[in-house]
C-alpha cells in the first residue's frame, strides 16, 4: 500500500493541514470499489453554461423511521418519475426523505462500493453551520422542527460531474451553477481545484484533471439529530444526456446500495511503513520558508504569504482503508474540515484541513 501525504504550515514537524492520496499495489486491492455508469459532464462544452436549465426541483417526502424505509420511499418516488417524466429538455430533481434516526454519513458511506464517492464535513460551531430548511408533504416535516444543523455530507454515483484538463475559469463556474438553484439549497457539487493547472499532472492525479466537482447521484446528509436519504437526476440534451439515460443511471446505483452498515469509528488495523521520503527535505524546506519570509520583509512585493507544503510518500505492508482513517481524522480533529474524494479509477483524496471555500458548491484548492 502506498499513501503519499502533503502537508503545509509554518513548522516542517508541525503542519497546519494535511491531506493524502492512496494507490494501492495493484488492482486487486484497490478498495471493494466499483465503477457506477457513466454520468453527464456538465463542462462537456455542448450547453451553454450563459443559459440555466429548464427546471429545477426539490420534493421532500414524508419523514421515516430508518434508512431502509428511506430507500423504499425513494424507490416509489422514482417509479412515479418513469411514469410522469418532465417534459423538459433539461434539468435537475432532488428527492428527499428525512430520517428520524441520526445516522453518521461516513458510516453510511464505507458500506457502499460505488464510485465516485465523495465525503465533506462540517467544521464550523452549531451555530455557525448551515441552516437547512426541511419541510414535507403532509406529515414531511423533520422531527416536527422547520430547521436542521448539516453536519456532513456523503455521496456516491453522479448525476452531473464537472472535469476539465485546463485552469478552472469563470466559464467553468458558470457550468456548475446552472445546475445550482435557490429552489433546491441541498443540491450542491463536491470537489477540488488545482492551485496551478499549467504543470504536469502525474499518474495518480490523472482522473482528478485539473478540477474535479460531482452533484452526487445518491446523498447521504448526516444533521444534528438526524438523517436524511436524497437521491439527484440531472439531464440537458444539449449535452447529449437526455431524461431516459440519467433516469437508467440513477435506478443502476440505486438497485447498488447497501442497507446494513456498521460504525467504522473503531481503531485503524496496524500497519508497518515498509519505506518513506520527503520531498523535499527538511533542509530543503527550511531554506523555502526564509527565502520566502526574506521576500515579505523587504516590503517592496505583492507578497503577503506563502503556503508552502511537502510530500511524504510512505510504503507500508498492508492496506490502510481511507474511510476508516477519514473518521478517525474527524475524532481527533474536531476543529478541521474533513473531505474524501474519489472519482472512478482512482486513487482516493483525503484530507484534513482548516482552509475551504464555498460558493454554493464546496471546494478545495489543492496541489494534485
Not at 428527499?96 to 464550523?124: N, T
Request: aromatic share 10%.
Amino acid at each position: 500500500m502506498e499513501a503519499t501525504t502533503r502537508t503545509t504550515g509554518g513548522r516542517f514537524h508541525s503542519p497546519g493541514k494535511f491531506s493524502l492520496r492512496f494507490r494501492p499495489p495493484n488492482a486487486s486491492s484497490r478498495q471493494r470499489c466499483i465503477p457506477c455508469s457513466l454520468s453527464m459532464n456538465g463542462s462537456g462544452g455542448g450547453g451553454s453554461s450563459d443559459r440555466p436549465i429548464s427546471m429545477s426541483e426539490t420534493r421532500t417526502l414524508p419523514a421515516v423511521a430508518a434508512a431502509d424505509a428511506a430507500v423504499s420511499q425513494l424507490k416509489l418516488a422514482i417509479s412515479a418519475l418513469e411514469t410522469d417524466p418532465p417534459s423538459s429538455s433539461s434539468g435537475i430533481i432532488r428527492l428527499e426523505v428525512p430520517i428520524m434516526e441520526k445516522i453518521s454519513a461516513i458510516d453510511w458511506l464505507g458500506a457502499q462500493q460505488h464510485l465516485p464517492r465523495c465525503y465533506f464535513s462540517g467544521r464550523a460551531p452549531k451555530s455557525e453551520r448551515d441552516i437547512i430548511a426541511v419541510a414535507g408533504n403532509g406529515n414531511g416535516f423533520y422531527h416536527g422542527k422547520g430547521e436542521q444543523c448539516l453536519v456532513g455530507v456523503a455521496g456516491v454515483g453522479s448525476a452531473v460531474y464537472f472535469r476539465g484538463f485546463g485552469p478552472f475559469a469563470k466559464e467553468d463556474w458558470k457550468s456548475i451553477k446552472r445546475f445550482l438553484s435557490k429552489d433546491c439549497p441541498l443540491v450542491r457539487a463536491y470537489g477540488a481545484i488545482r492551485f496551478d493547472a499549467t504543470r504536469d499532472i502525474s499518474i495518480e492525479w490523472k482522473e482528478f484533471g485539473s478540477f474535479y466537482f460531482i452533484v452526487p447521484q445518491v446523498e447521504f446528509d448526516e444533521f444534528e439529530d438526524g438523517s436524511m436519504l436524497a437521491t439527484t437526476i440531472a439531464w440537458d440534451d444539449s449535452l447529449l444526456w437526455p431524461w431516459e439515460q440519467a433516469m437508467d443511471g440513477l435506478q443502476a446505483t440505486m438497485n447498488q446500495l447497501f442497507l446494513g452498515f456498521n460504525k467504522l469509528a473503531k481503531p485503524l488495523s496496524t500497519a508497518a511503513i515498509l519505506s518513506f521520503s520527503h520531498v523535499p527535505s527538511e533542509a530543503a524546506w527550511n531554506v523555502s520558508v526564509k527565502k520566502a519570509l526574506q521576500i515579505i520583509d523587504r516590503g517592496n512585493t505583492d507578497l503577503i504569504k506563502v503556503v508552502l507544503a511537502r510530500c511524504t510518500r510512505c510504503v507500508t505492508n498492508s492496506a490502510i482503508d481511507p474511510l476508516a482513517l477519514l473518521a478517525s481524522l474527524q475524532v481527533e480533529g474536531k476543529n478541521a474540515y474533513q473531505f474524501y474524494i474519489q472519482p472512478p479509477n482512482s486513487p482516493a483524496f483525503i484530507g484534513n484541513t482548516s482552509s475551504y471555500f464555498t460558493e454554493r458548491f464546496a471546494a478545495y484548492q489543492v496541489k494534485l
